[in-house]
């Protein structure tokens, strides 16, 4: 049974942001891909907020329906590769956690856009991609870590 590979790649959830789940695929080797977007939102400390916001609540706040019909385009594109893309948030930035994160979701590979500017879309809004790269030498080498050039949509065949 082949093997998947993991990856995991700091996301605003805009169209923009699939060209690095794209470049991904397309690099990887494997025959089974899980792709991981996390958007970085600070848990907040206000009580309503935490009882009366679930994970899911703030991802369908966070994926406009464009985005969710890209991420539909290149499941069509890849279909022929056993690929599941999923979306999560973290609630810190703490270094420890990361860490921990990363282990617990078994990621094979992180994937940092270079250039890239994210949509902060909640008040709460940290870089992730930031986040990742003060934790990158702590974190065991079965990781790899590589970093992605930005292009536009138009050149990556998202928007048609």
Do not use: W
């Amino acid at each position: 049974m082949a093997k998947t590979t993991r990856i995991l790649i700091p996301s605003d959830f805009t169209v923009d942001s699939l060209h690095f789940v794209r470049q991904s695929i397309e690099e990887s080797m494997a025959d089974s891909i899980d792709i991981i977007l996390v958007y970085g939102n600070k848990s907040s400390t206000s009580a309503s907020e935490l009882l009366g916001i679930g994970l899911e609540d703030q991802l369908e706040t966070l994926q406009s329906e464009s985005f969710l019909k890209a991420c539909s385009g290149i499941y069509q594109r890849y279909k022929n590769r056993k690929l599941s893309i999923f979306a999560d948030i973290l609630g810190t930035d703490n270094s420890h956690y990361l860490q921990h994160y990363l282990k617990g979701q078994s990621v094979n590979e992180v994937i940092i856009p270079r250039d890239y500017t994210y949509k902060k879309k909640t008040r709460n809004f940290f870089n992730v991609a930031s986040a990742l790269r003060k934790v990158e030498s702590q974190i065991p080498s079965t990781i790899s870590f590589k970093e992605q050039p930005s292009i536009r949509n138009r050149e990556i065949g998202l928007i048609e």
